[in-house]
């Protein structure tokens, strides 16, 4: 019902936009977030953005440099990710539920689109 989209490989320094297309469902009453794991660690919070109001809420890590906003009509939510490094390289994965940060706030998941940054 999830499904990312936009991954890629990517230079250092450079920008990426992922998507999330909802299906099946409205999300419009959902919160949405964006978590990522990178091969050997866990999964991470990245990021989340309320219904409604569309408040959002990032990770340290990459406040300043993604961005989630939605688009409610069109069921999707996007991560625009720029000034990426390649500490961010992981495998980005989108969810829908409460507004987070825990992985268990969130019900619904989708695959997951991977993300690649070279030095």
């Known amino acids: 019902q999830l499904e990312e989209s936009g991954g890629g490989l990517v230079q250092a320094g450079g920008s990426l936009r992922l998507s999330c297309a909802a299906s099946g469902r409205s999300f419009s009453s959902f919160a949405m977030g964006w978590f990522r794991q990178a091969p050997g660690k866990s999964r991470e919070f990245v990021g989340s953005?309320?219904?409604?109001?569309?408040?959002?809420s990032y990770a340290d890590s990459v406040k300043g440099r993604f961005t989630i906003s939605r688009d409610d009509a069109k069921n999707t939510v996007y991560l625009q990710m720029n000034s990426l490094k390649f500490e961010d390289t992981a495998a980005y994965y989108c969810?829908?539920?409460?507004?987070?940060?825990?992985?268990?706030?969130?019900?619904?998941w989708g695959q997951g689109t991977q993300v690649t940054v070279s030095s």
């Open positions: 953005i309320s219904a409604v109001t569309t408040r959002t």
């Open positions: 969810a829908a539920g409460d507004l987070g940060p825990s992985e268990k706030d969130f019900q619904y």
